[in-house]
């Protein structure tokens, strides 16, 4: 409330009061006809409402500072942490102030739950929202599309109620400190409360960052009270002697004992710094007689129970080094999962780092109480190094250091797969690069054997070893459209189509592919949506993986078949929005697709080998049997066509390999697509010759070229470079149509042709390139442009140059 709103409505308040109190005065007069009655009267009221006024004016000042207006730079101020994203909203979606973590993170214009993550996460922060306005908390965990993961805790705030608080921490494969503070604020929190175990957690700074109901009925004497950003130290009291109580009891309550466990973030690079490391502060009865049992396992067995229960991977080591105690996620973590403790920690790491750790034990066990880590390899996983956090304790038996370890396996998978992909993008590229520079080969060794065959006929004795090396030369091609396929760089014609009629045209070859022994099967789904695809490179894909299944059954021996043979089933699904999303996949996007689905019944994959089985080359096969081409050819034509492939296998239960294919819709008032189109006519047969300016980089090919031309009928004047061909048209050169490479050195073939257009702008252009035309027209831009794969043939040069002279005469 404005101090000028306030100061108004008291006046209106005095006047009231104050016309009141005459209109009563009047009436005892009326009533009475008393003078001295009257008297009384008035001097008792005004007493009365010279203290109401003394009141009204003390309690004013409190009236204004409760109602003040927040000042929120300094609530900003507060909550700036490098380590975590904090904002605050209204209840009406609007940001109310955010540190600069938020708005790295997520950028100035989001506000939440509107953050630029994934449509799943999206979802999960609506709920969280929703619990938040309900309940008063709400945890959710969120993903972007670069694989980014948050932990979001949002908690209903402000004197009405009305803001919401969201604190977005970053997590990795673990993250111990976010699980720890979902915990105390669950069910282990309730658990250590009966247990009479006060946990807390707590920042470097002493300031609290969650706390268990059993801690805060404790401390303030109300289990609901939010302990977030409480001051731990304020809440005990250090009375006579060194004896600590809760500073609510005032010396009237028991003495407690304090336990330390630092809880390392992984997640954070200075991790190892304890001004920067949280705490796990456990708050006990010294009446429970924690750590004052013998020796062994019984030292402590309060704290061993607590330590079992908790997502930290801890342990227990006596001053000899011999491990007394380690929960089930430091066994997990160490790769023992379901395994009893080792005698001594040093058995968990691999020869060389025992005497390191041994040695660290013995320190951390013998000096002052103090914490550090040590990069050790477990035997588990000896070619990765993990960091184990010690820590000396006292006051716990024969128990001296504490040891904690977190589970990595699912940070290593993590790692792995970043790793793989980008060793298959490197492959990729080195593969495109190579298939490029090997079909301008292929090109001059088909061109050239084209030349001869036209001088010999059959019956000549060098006719037959002409067309063997044109069919090798042939079969080399097929194996660069697989590596560009791979690489996603092949040229695609795209059809919209449906998945069944592609299924139907390529089940007979299948038949006689795979054999009689083998079943097939073929089932499909009703109502499935049409894909955008190239028909022959999808026939592709079902081909390779019916061969791989029929490979993988001959080599187990058969299963599941009628005759003992195996069963191979061929099938299309429907899948819809609502499925996707009941997936929880964070790789396929939510939307609607037609599914593929190549199921055997052979052995199996291992796990070890499923996934790298879209590697290129990568083969189980023996030598000679196999390119190890087949499975990646098939994953660059789905990733090229805008789709996804899966993998599940169970050794000796068969493999199923599933292709989803985005459903195609078409845009209102598009045009048809030339899948569903009326057939188009023939192209005009080319027969008026015409002068042809080619450039080309490479001597075979361009010799090849222009003898196929020239033989043709056309004029051929050839350049060796962009920057010969551009100077032919600079000093007035008339040419029909410019056969260009796409790559060249210093001046490309898409630069030559910008700047000829200068000269003649209607001049058509025809290039020829080993990758994509896809991807070459999204480079190029430019218009009345026409492209040519290679390798290709003399008679596939000749025609397309007349077809391309043809469609320019007749436009």
Not at 89 to 104: I, K, P, V, Y
Not at 339 to 368: C, H, M, N, W
Not at 710 to 715: A, F, I, K, S
């Amino acid at each position: 409330m404005r101090p000028g709103v306030q100061k108004a409505g008291s006046n209106a308040d005095l006047l009231v009061v104050a016309v009141a109190l005459l209109l009563s005065v009047l009436l005892v007069w009326l009533a009475s006809g008393d003078a001295v009655l009257m008297a009384v009267f008035l001097a008792a009221v005004l007493a009365f409402s010279a203290v109401a006024w003394s009141l009204s004016r003390r309690r004013a000042p409190a009236a204004e500072a409760e109602f003040a207006l927040p000042d929120w730079s300094v609530t900003v101020a507060g909550i700036e942490r490098p380590d975590m994203a904090v904002a605050v909203t209204d209840r009406a979606g609007r940001m109310t102030c955010a540190n600069s973590a938020f708005e790295n993170w997520f950028g100035p214009a989001g506000a939440p739950p509107s953050l630029p993550v994934l449509p799943a996460s999206l979802e999960r922060l609506a709920d969280a929202t929703r619990r938040a306005w309900r309940d008063g908390h709400g945890t959710v965990e969120i993903a972007n599309e670069d694989g980014v993961h948050w932990r979001a805790d949002v908690r209903r705030a402000g004197r009405g109620d009305d803001f919401l608080v969201w604190r977005i921490t970053p997590i990795g494969a673990s993250d111990p400190v976010g699980e720890l503070v979902a915990q105390l604020d669950g069910k282990l929190g309730r658990g250590l409360s009966k247990a009479g175990i006060a946990a807390a957690l707590v920042d470097p700074d002493g300031t609290i960052r969650a706390a268990s109901a059993g801690f805060a009925l404790r401390a303030t004497g109300d289990p609901n009270t939010d302990m977030t950003g409480a001051d731990f130290v304020a809440l005990l009291s250090q009375e006579e002697g060194e004896r600590i109580g809760w500073a609510r009891e005032g010396g009237r309550g028991g003495a407690l004992v304090l336990y330390h466990v630092p809880v390392a973030d992984p997640d954070r690079a200075d991790d190892t710094d304890p001004n920067t490391t949280p705490s796990l502060m456990l708050v006990v009865e010294a009446s429970q007689g924690i750590g004052t049992g013998g020796g062994g396992t019984g030292s402590a067995p309060h704290l061993e129970a607590l330590l079992s229960q908790l997502p930290l991977g801890l342990a227990m080591a006596d001053r000899d080094g011999r491990l007394l105690f380690a929960n089930p996620a430091f066994m997990r973590a160490a790769g023992q999962e379901g395994q009893e403790p080792p005698t001594y920690p040093t058995d968990l790491v691999v020869k060389e780092d025992k005497r390191a750790l041994s040695e660290a034990i013995r320190r951390f066990a013998q000096g002052p109480a103090a914490a550090g880590d040590l990069a050790i390899r477990l035997t588990s996983q000896p070619d990765d190094p993990v960091s184990l956090s010690l820590a000396g304790v006292r006051g716990l038996g024969d128990a001296a250091v504490l040891l904690g370890l977190t589970d990595t396996s699912e940070e290593m998978r993590l790692k792995r797969q970043v790793a793989q992909a980008t060793k298959m993008q490197a492959v990729g590229q080195l593969a495109g690069g190579v298939a490029h520079d090997f079909n301008n080969v292929l090109t001059a060794i088909l061109g050239t054997c084209d030349l001869m065959l036209m001088r010999h006929t059959p019956g000549d004795s060098d006719y037959d070893d002409i067309q063997q090396i044109r069919a090798n030369s042939n079969r080399a091609a097929s194996l660069t459209r697989q590596l560009l396929a791979f690489s996603r760089q092949q040229t695609l014609r795209p059809e919209v189509i449906q998945v069944p009629d592609v299924v139907a045209d390529v089940s007979q070859m299948l038949r006689r592919l795979i054999g009689e022994k083998i079943q097939l099967a073929v089932t499909h789904d009703r109502d499935l949506g049409p894909v955008r695809a190239d028909p022959t490179q999808l026939e592709q894909v079902i081909v390779n993986l019916c061969v791989n299944a029929r490979d993988a059954m001959q080599s187990h021996g058969g299963r599941g078949g009628g005759d003992g043979a195996g069963k191979l089933t061929l099938a299309t699904r429907r899948v819809t929005t609502t499925d996707v999303r009941a997936m929880r996949s964070e790789i396929i996007p939510a939307g609607e697709y037609t599914a593929l689905i190549v199921e055997d019944t052979g052995g199996g994959i291992p796990p070890e080998i499923l996934g790298k089985i879209f590697e290129p080359f990568f083969t189980t096969k023996e030598q000679g049997k196999g390119t190890g081409l087949g499975l990646s050819t098939v994953y660059g034509i789905v990733k090229q066509s805008g789709g996804f492939i899966f993998a599940e296998s169970e050794p000796g239960k068969g493999t199923r390999f599933t292709v989803y294919l985005p459903v195609h819709h078409a845009a209102p008032g598009s045009a048809p697509d030339k899948a569903i189109a009326a057939p188009a006519p023939p192209p005009t047969q080319w027969a008026g010759g015409g002068s042809i300016l080619l450039v080309e980089d490479e001597d075979p090919v361009r010799i090849v070229a222009e003898r196929a031309l020239t033989r043709q009928g056309y004029q051929v004047t050839c350049a060796r470079d962009g920057e010969e061909g551009l100077e032919l048209v600079e000093e007035g050169g008339k040419f029909d149509l410019v056969v260009s490479d796409v790559v060249m050195p210093t001046l490309d073939g898409p630069a030559m042709a910008r700047e000829i257009r200068r000269f003649a702008p209607d001049l058509p252009v025809l290039f020829m390139s080993g990758y994509a035309e896809e991807q070459l027209r999204k480079q190029i831009g430019i218009a009345n442009a026409w492209f040519m794969p290679k390798p290709f043939s003399v008679q596939q040069l000749s025609e397309k140059v007349g077809e391309v002279l043809a469609q320019t005469v007749k436009g």
